[in-house]
């Protein structure tokens, strides 16, 4: 069986609905929670990994996802959101490789229920 993924949190996240969907779609992007995504999500969503080809659809972006297996880690430094928009930024670890990220999410609404549009800048750090 495969060992729990440890979440470290944010502190920004007490009080703001959208900083949290933010915060817990980047948990669910790490983990490789397929259906914490799916619910999380619009059946029209986008994915551009910045420098990769778009993904598009939530069943491409969840295929995606599995692919690439759930990190033994995430720790998240910093939510923010406004309006429509959200972001993220933190250290995931994979397969022994720590990546910083920044995902920039839209959701569909100004309420921020689900995301419609996720762009990724990540690097991996030595």
Known sequence: ???AMKV???PD???????KLVEDMSVALAGADAGLIDSLTVPELVWLHI???PVEGQDAVLSAIRKSGPATEVA???VVS????GAI?????RSGKRTTFCHMFEFNNAKG????????????LR
Do not use: D, F
């Open 76 to 78: 998240i430094e910093r």
């Open 82 to 85: 406004h309006g429509r928009a």
């Open 89 to 93: 930024n933190g250290i995931i670890t």
């Open 1 to 3: 069986m495969a060992e």
């Open 8 to 10: 470290i949190r944010s």
């Open 113 to 124: 229920t689900h995301v419609k549009s996720i762009s990724t800048y990540s690097v991996v």
């Open 13 to 19: 996240c007490g009080h703001s609905p959208k900083q």
């Open 51 to 53: 420098g990769k080809k």
